[in-house]
């Protein structure tokens, strides 16, 4: 069987060449970067590098970027000691698990949160006192929606209250501008190496100066203390090598907005039933989030598989079952939310790949169908 | 060259050009069952149903959705290098078996909800998944065997008798039957485990299961109050001759022909000297569970509702069995089978007459036909409606 195409990047992309050589010339000496020796400030410089190169990618302070074991480590960290937390109902489940007590704002049919109901409760977790956090995604992973970021940092600002935005599927696919953000009010933000084609088991909390942030491992006191255990110098360096590769991501993203358009016409010709979940509103252009109302998700994911294709339902358990998604329930389609597939793509896609999954798509509807 | 030519799964295609599905538990049967097709050379996909939070199982909250036998499961088919799936039946699995099953025991009767399972999810819906995902034939791990003869398809016991499952498989339906095959038929569980280890698969030292899925410690009345909060209503325990012996927090926790743990005190049968008690009627409605002696349990004419015939010629066999087909059949997994006449009724019903009286046959359960000259055939059953006793 020839490889399979991929077309899940935002479960995870490919590692970048760039990462994979800059790791491989780091590895073999030892690479403690808090050791006094020759090897300690060798190891150390290559951690700075890589915060330098993450900061130039978000357009941050690197002095900023606390590097972590992932995105689940960021958002639980970043969430950890707050009286109370405002988030939305369809976050990633590393938010939503990190603080199972916060509050779920709705969103509308389109995926964008409800900023009247987060105003609302705002005002009602604030006036006893607390303190209050507000974490919303900048982009959903499962259906691209881009949320309204100046917007929700308006709103925070006016209520003064912290906002920490999950930016893990954003970086690489539009603009993030952390230093800009946080002087509107942004006090921290998540990132993860393997959405940009870094590796696994590595990502960063940025926290705005002047913001407190809280420790969910303490030991050695790396991190300026701020997150203790001797740093992943490979995943970082490849993390680092990543965001340098990636800043040219307007150049390999400039068709994806054209292949998007032509692959859903091509699966609306043949069945106009089929839809694309956030309809009109402004979505990340490698995401598509597609409802076959005929049939069910993990039917369409399997079939795919057999046919050499690799996309997603969006949610899948660690034991590898396609559950219900609560994003696309959360979104109104009730019945239907089985029945809505992901596909995400990135750099190493192209178009003829695209369009031959539109096929296989139209040809395993047609077959179920009937 | 005959066109004719049949692989080991009796299809005529090239065995690397057969497709076949494997229903995965995560145990040995089914990982062997993979091993061995896979081995043979034929294009294996690897599935396993999720049919039930196991959270719930376990009374814990928070755990992963998945017990350890799905994972067990996908470890065994990447070693295999097998496609593998988790396709979730937790929705239909709770309405067609689990709900089955907690209103059967309400009502009186004791259950078998791994027919039910076999009648609904897997042989309906895994098995048209295995259709649509291109697949020849769906193979399973049970020990039973499968053979043409004649050109008609039939089920036959296992050759182990131990591992028989063919009392499970009596609602299997001849089409169904011809798209799916039993590899370990013809083995024994000591020979599964014998290739498990040749395989060098990590499930080889797996115990078999012994409950039901989702009752993993036999305790099946927790989970029939969990499901029915509520709904369980204590009563009394009533001797055949109308004494009270005691109180009892609910009828599901009672089958017919039960004799530990009545919560009677031990206590005996003083008019026919001290014999032991068993369970010989419930009366779910007045919420009454009856005791008696043995011979109160006695029972020679079964009626059955819902039949499914795996006869080779089912017309002429009606006809031909006006005063009643000689047959075998079996009241229970664990019991022999004992020589009985079947009669065919109106609709989906039909009765039986054992040649000898039986103890304690409970409805809910299902009475299996067996060739009355060949037992190791299984021809069908039906579920057992109503088992008169001579005490009634």
């Keep these: 069987m020839p490889q399979p195409i991929y077309l899940d990047y935002n479960a995870s992309a490919p590692l970048r060449i760039e990462a994979v050589e800059c790791m491989k010339r780091l590895m073999g000496p030892p690479r403690n970067p808090s050791s006094v020796h020759y090897f300690g400030r060798n190891s150390k410089l290559i951690m700075e590098t890589a915060r330098n190169q993450l900061a130039d990618l978000a357009a941050g302070n690197p002095s900023g970027f606390i590097f972590t074991s992932g995105g689940t480590e960021a958002n639980n960290t970043a969430l950890l000691e707050f009286d109370k937390v405002i988030t939305c109902i369809t976050e990633h489940d590393a938010t939503l698990a990190a603080r199972p007590d916060a509050k779920k704002v709705g969103v509308k049919r389109d995926g964008e949160i409800n900023l009247d109901e987060l105003e609302t409760q705002i005002q009602r977790d604030k006036s006893d006192g607390s303190e209050v956090i507000v974490s919303v995604m900048l982009v959903n992973n499962e259906t691209g929606r881009i949320q309204p970021i100046e917007k929700l940092l308006e709103i925070c600002q006016y209520h003064g209250v912290a906002f920490h935005s999950d930016m893990v599927q954003a970086l690489g696919k539009i603009p993030v501008k952390l230093d800009d953000w946080s002087r509107s009010g942004l006090t921290m933000a998540s990132f993860s190496a393997h959405k940009i084609g870094g590796p696994p088991g590595v990502g960063a909390l940025w926290v705005a100066s002047g913001s407190r942030v809280s420790k969910l491992l303490k030991g050695g006191g790396q991190e300026k203390g701020r997150r203790s255990g001797t740093e992943n110098i490979y995943g970082i360096a490849g993390f680092g090598a990543a965001a340098n590769a990636v800043s040219n991501w307007k150049n390999h993203a400039k068709n994806w907005a054209q292949w998007r358009n032509n692959f859903v016409s091509k699966l609306q010709q043949a069945y106009p039933e089929i839809q694309v979940t956030t309809r009109d509103a402004l979505c990340v252009d490698n995401t598509i989030s597609l409802l076959l109302p005929a049939v069910p998700a993990q039917i369409a994911v399997i079939s795919m598989d057999m046919e050499g294709f690799a996309i997603s339902s969006g949610a899948a358990c660690s034991s590898g079952k396609v559950q219900e998604s609560h994003v696309i329930k959360a979104m109104g389609f009730n019945a239907l939310s089985s029945n809505v597939i992901r596909i995400s793509f990135g750099w190493e896609n192209n178009e003829d790949e695209i369009s031959a999954l539109a096929d296989a798509l139209i040809a395993m509807y047609k077959r179920y169908k009937k | ?392």
Aim: aromatic share 8%; charged share 20%; with cysteine.
């Design chain 2, 1 to 392: 060259m005959s066109v004719n030519l049949k692989n080991t799964l009796g299809i005529s295609k090239p065995v690397p050009q057969t497709r076949v599905v494997v229903a995965m538990s995560g145990g040995v049967d089914s990982s062997v069952v993979a091993a061995m097709l896979k081995q043979e050379g034929y294009d294996v996909i690897g599935i396993t149903l999720q049919l039930y939070d196991h959270g719930f199982a376990l009374k814990e909250k928070g755990t992963c959705c998945a017990g350890a036998d799905i994972h067990d499961a996908r470890q065994i088919a990447a070693f295999l290098d097998i496609p593998h799936y988790v396709l979730d039946y937790e929705t239909l699995f709770k309405q067609q078996v689990m709900d089955d099953f907690a209103d059967s025991y309400l009502a009186g009767h004791t259950p078998i909800p791994c027919v039910k399972c076999n009648q609904t999810v897997k042989f309906k819906d895994l098995l048209s998944m295995a259709k649509e995902l291109g697949a020849d034939c769906l193979a399973t791990g049970h020990y039973v065997q499968r053979q043409v003869i004649g050109g008609h398809t039939y089920l036959r016991c296992g050759v182990d008798a131990q591992k028989d499952q063919s009392y499970f498989l009596f609602a299997t339906t001849q089409e169904q039957l011809d798209y799916l095959r039993f590899p370990l038929g013809s083995m024994t569980k000591v020979e599964t485990r014998k290739l498990a280890l040749k395989y060098e698969l990590s499930v080889t030292d797996k115990p078999d299961s012994q409950d039901i899925c989702f009752v993993p410690n036999g305790r099946y009345g927790d989970v029939v109050r969990r499901l029915r909060p509520g709904a369980i209503t204590p009563g009394i325990i009533r001797h055949l001759d109308g004494r009270i012996l005691g109180e009892h927090q609910g009828v599901i926790d009672y089958t017919i022909g039960q004799r530990r743990g009545l919560r009677i005190g031990g206590r005996k049968d003083e008019a026919e000297d001290n014999s032991p008690l068993y369970v010989v009627e419930i009366d779910a409605e007045a919420h009454e569970v009856i005791v008696g002696p043995q011979s109160a349990l006695a029972c020679q004419k079964i009626y059955l509702d819902e039949v499914n015939w795996l006869f080779p010629n089912m017309i002429n066999d009606q006809v031909q069995s006006r005063g009643g087909k000689d047959v075998f059949v079996k009241l229970r997994n664990t019991a022999s089978t004992s020589p009985a006449k079947l009669f065919f009724d109106n609709g989906r019903k039909a009765h039986l007459v054992l040649e000898k009286p039986e103890y304690g046959i409970a409805t809910g359960q299902a009475g299996v036909v067996y060739d009355g000259k060949d037992a190791t055939i299984m021809l069908g059953g039906g579920w057992i409606i109503s088992a008169p006793t001579s005490s009634v």
